[in-house]
């Protein structure tokens, strides 16, 4: 279920929650306000000490929602950073084994390009359900082993192996960040306290004396609000999962096509021997 909620477009998940939060409040003003005024009544109370209430809690409710809302946020900037990272590893490692002698050059660029196409094409659709990509380590082990099997018979070539793995160590790291933020979200107490909050929200304002028309009014407005701040934490807790705002592979796809790019253009030395 989550997972279809995750896939739909903002307008109808911005829909669903108005009818939802918003109609629940209403409900509760038909069936659940008479009960709350009594309860409130019995104990001397009335509007301004409600509205005393309603504030002070009011404070750290927000408080709490905004903190949870700027981390979800900051999270989802953090994995596409890390993501754009990992790319930008990935191709300077492939410019880095652009100096290995030939045939491991043309053999580590195919791997390379080969292990770009596996991240876009098989890692991110399970990044998509929230799930955690495995075996990607076979295909840097082989990558690895390709970077090992230089031999070094210059000054040179110990400075080519020392870049080129030194990019690899940066582009596996980043990539154990990244399907590790596959499974990253919001603790589950934490969203006890939200709803939690929700809750007592309602039970607060159904507490107010007031014209009916005016409760449906304020209130509406009120959960439907809480129903959209609900809503942006949802859709950004899980960095990759939203259809629309959930973090693309567009670094990689780039990448991929640099690389395909420079493996078709021809060598210097058969531009210069062509003339």
Do not use: K
Not at 168 to 182: H, P
């Amino acid at each position: 279920m989550s997972s279809l909620l995750y896939q739909q477009p903002i307008a109808i998940l911005a829909a669903l929650v108005a009818v939802v939060f918003v109609g629940v409040y209403w409900i509760g003003c038909v069936a659940l306000r008479p009960f709350f005024r009594i309860l409130v009544r019995s104990y001397g109370g009335d509007n301004e000490i409600v509205g005393s209430v309603l504030a002070a809690f009011g404070v750290l409710y927000g408080l709490l929602m905004s903190l949870i809302a700027v981390a979800a946020y900051q999270n989802v900037n953090d994995v596409e950073s890390q993501a754009v990272s990992e790319a930008s590893a990935l191709l300077a490692l492939y410019r880095a084994v652009g100096e290995y002698p030939l045939p491991l050059r043309e053999d580590l660029e195919v791997q390379l390009i080969d292990y770009c196409s596996t991240i876009i094409e098989d890692e991110w659709p399970l990044l998509r359900q929230g799930m955690h990509p495995r075996g990607s380590h076979i295909r840097l082990e082989a990558i690895f082993q390709g970077l090992m099997a230089i031999e070094h018979n210059s000054r040179r070539d110990e400075l080519i192996q020392a870049r080129a793995i030194s990019h690899f160590e940066a582009m596996a790291d980043q990539g154990r960040i990244r399907r590790y933020a596959s499974v990253s979200a919001i603790p589950i107490p934490m969203w006890y306290v939200v709803i939690v909050g929700t809750i007592i929200n309602y039970g607060l304002m159904w507490s107010f004396d007031m014209r009916f028309v005016t409760q449906l009014f304020l209130g509406g407005m009120l959960a439907f609000f809480l129903g959209a701040l609900i809503l942006l934490i949802a859709v950004l807790e899980r960095p990759y999962r939203s259809v629309q705002f959930g973090v693309p592979p567009d670094a990689f796809v780039l990448a991929r096509e640099v690389m395909i790019e420079d493996e078709n253009v021809p060598p210097v030395e058969l531009i210069r021997g062509g003339r």
